[in-house]
């Protein structure tokens, strides 16, 4: 796990001349080589280029978006100390970077940078792309997807409808309803114009960004069509720039293994909260993991958990129903295959219980927050609970007793006290909290 940076002044100072150099290079408007010296001016095409290929920028459309390289290039996103020497880029091989964020330059917080895949994932796409098309050693990744026949029938669509993405691997998209699809479009936050259930106002590129992006990994779709400030437990989507997100940065739920009591017991209360929560909500969509770690989850810097990577949420409209997914043969193509065998087999949409994310959080992350912490006789009825809400083979019913029965013994160990920023003060008011 790669150390946090908190917004110091050390940390937001250290490396200032080669941040400048760098974001001054990546934004060509802001630096002529002419007027370099000749060796600086060949640093500075050199940072650019590479600077564009770190971010994926050399990518774009075939990427995520755009919405968030201003920012870099006023550099009001500072990777602090990475860039510790003239014109070095962090290491490529790491998912995320942590980073200060600022909308004024004056006050920075937190944020975290990440891929939605691995670069040499994202490089092993590109090569898929290219071979579909048995295409030549200088192949434009953007041109062969758009030639696809599922982009053809995108640039002549309307409106995003389930059959334009069949056969993608996201969970997100394994049982789409209109309602659904007709949310990721109304929220998409790469385009200028959002708000409406219509494609009108996506250009070519914007509908290429979009369908790559749910190909790829639909975690930041899910931040932006299910956002916090509603209450989803989702960090907050603040753009993306070539193949790179930000978001709102956070510890990870798997530092927290040896928390005190009161904390451990707070926070698998919030966790079966969440996973309650995404089972039944207002807007009457089921949530599930296709399956759980403790990195997948975070807490805020106010104690309040949320899940900070969303890439295996699957989604079932409730209200509306779900069109089945279907594995018919052209519904594949290099779309199916970015990040995955083409093969894969998707469940059905009939065939995720209720249970389903309970039993997994009471068997994976439960155990590992709040065993050995209590008094013997709390200890064991804890245990108990969680052994029946983490057995698969019991019916729905009785394993989310279990769940509510164990958050029930949990509540009372909690404490109300300013660690917990989140529901304090008012914790001492609201037996709610």
Same mark, same amino acid.
């Given at each position: 796990?790669?150390?946090?940076? &908190?917004?110091?002044?050390?940390?937001?100072?250290?490396?200032?001349?080669?941040?400048?150099?760098?974001?001054?290079?990546?934004?060509? !408007?802001?630096? $002529?080589?002419?007027?370099?010296?000749?060796?600086?001016?060949?640093?500075?095409?050199?940072?650019?280029?590479?600077? *564009?290929?770190?971010?994926?920028?050399?990518?774009?459309?075939?990427?995520? &978006?755009?919405?968030?390289?201003?920012?870099?290039?006023?550099?009001?996103? #500072?990777?602090?100390?990475?860039?510790?020497?003239?014109?070095?880029?962090?290491?490529?091989?790491?998912? $995320?970077?942590?980073?200060?964020?600022s909308d004024d330059s004056k006050t920075w917080r937190p944020v975290e940078m990440s891929r939605l895949v691995s670069k040499s994932q994202n490089e092993l796409s590109d090569r898929r792309i290219?071979?579909?098309?048995?295409? %030549?050693?200088?192949?434009? @990744?953007?041109?062969?997807?758009?030639?696809?026949?599922?982009?053809?029938?995108?640039?002549?669509?309307?409106?995003?409808?389930?059959?334009?993405?069949?056969?993608?691997?996201? +969970?997100?998209?394994?049982? %789409?309803?209109?309602?659904?699809?007709?949310?990721?479009?109304?929220?998409?936050?790469?385009?200028?114009?959002? &708000?409406?259930?219509?494609?009108?106002?996506?250009?070519?590129?914007?509908?290429?960004?979009?369908?790559?992006?749910?190909?790829?990994?639909?975690? +930041?779709?899910?931040?932006?069509?299910? +956002?916090?400030?509603?209450?989803?437990?989702?960090?907050?989507?603040?753009? !993306?720039?070539?193949?790179?997100?930000?978001?709102?940065?956070?510890?990870?739920?798997?530092?927290?293994?040896?928390?005190?009591?009161?904390?451990?017991?707070?926070?698998?209360?919030?966790?079966?909260?969440?996973?309650?929560?995404?089972?039944?909500?207002?807007?009457?969509?089921?949530?599930?993991?296709?399956?759980?770690?403790?990195?997948?989850?975070?807490?805020? $810097?106010?104690?309040?958990?949320?899940?900070?990577?969303?890439?295996?949420?699957?989604?079932?409209?409730?209200?509306? &129903?779900?069109?089945?997914?279907? #594995?018919?043969?052209?519904?594949?193509?290099?779309?199916?295959?970015?990040?995955?065998?083409?093969?894969?087999?998707?469940?059905?949409?009939?065939?995720?219980?209720?249970?389903?994310?309970?039993?997994?959080?009471?068997?994976?992350?439960? +155990? *590992?927050?709040?065993?050995?912490?209590?008094? !013997?006789?709390?200890?064991?009825? @804890?245990?108990?609970?969680?052994?029946q809400c983490g057995e698969d083979a019991l019916p729905d019913s009785e394993i989310l007793r279990a769940a509510n029965q164990l958050k029930d013994t949990l509540r009372p160990l909690r404490t109300?006290? %300013? #660690?917990?920023?989140?529901?304090?003060?008012?914790?001492?008011?609201?037996?709610?909290?």
């Open positions: 796990m790669e150390p946090r940076l &908190g917004p110091t002044a050390a940390t937001l100072h250290q490396g200032w001349p080669a941040l400048l150099l760098w974001f001054s290079a990546l934004s060509s !408007s802001l630096s $002529s080589p002419a007027s370099l010296s000749p060796s600086l001016a060949l640093q500075v095409r050199s940072s650019y280029t590479s600077g *564009r290929t770190f971010l994926g920028l050399d990518k774009c459309n075939a990427c995520i &978006g755009t919405s968030i390289c201003k920012k870099f290039f006023k550099e009001e996103i #500072r990777f602090g100390n990475w860039l510790a020497t003239p014109l070095r880029l962090p290491p490529e091989y790491l998912l $995320s970077y942590p980073a200060n964020y290219c071979a579909s098309a048995v295409a %030549p050693k200088t192949c434009s @990744i953007e041109r062969v997807l758009r030639k696809t026949g599922r982009f053809q029938k995108w640039l002549q669509a309307k409106r995003l409808t389930p059959d334009l993405v069949q056969g993608l691997s996201s +969970p997100l998209l394994r049982c %789409p309803s209109q309602r659904l699809l007709d949310r990721v479009v109304r929220r998409y936050a790469e385009v200028a114009d959002a &708000g409406s259930i219509f494609m009108d106002h996506f250009t070519d590129r914007d509908k290429l960004r979009l369908l790559y992006t749910l190909a790829v990994n639909a975690h +930041p779709i899910l931040l932006q069509i299910f +956002p916090g400030a509603e209450g989803w437990p989702l960090p907050k989507y603040l753009g !993306s720039c070539g193949r790179f997100m930000v978001s709102t940065s956070t510890r990870p739920l798997q530092e927290f293994d040896g928390a005190a009591p009161d904390q451990a017991a707070d926070l698998a209360y919030q966790l079966l909260g969440v996973v309650e929560a995404l089972r039944n909500n207002d807007l009457n969509y089921f949530f599930y993991f296709t399956h759980v770690d403790a990195d997948m989850f975070g807490i805020f $810097s106010n104690g309040q958990l949320f899940i900070r990577n969303a890439s295996t949420l699957g989604v079932i409209d409730k209200q509306e &129903g779900s069109q089945a997914a279907t #594995r018919a043969e052209e519904n594949k193509d290099i779309f199916s295959c970015l990040v995955s065998g083409c093969q894969a087999e998707l469940p059905s949409c009939d065939a995720i219980p209720e249970k389903h994310s309970v039993v997994q959080v009471c068997r994976q992350l439960l +155990p *590992r927050l709040l065993q050995g912490k209590f008094p !013997s006789l709390v200890q064991k009825e @804890i245990d108990t609970m969680l052994a109300c006290d %300013p #660690r917990f920023a989140y529901r304090y003060p008012d914790c001492k008011y609201n037996d709610k909290f």
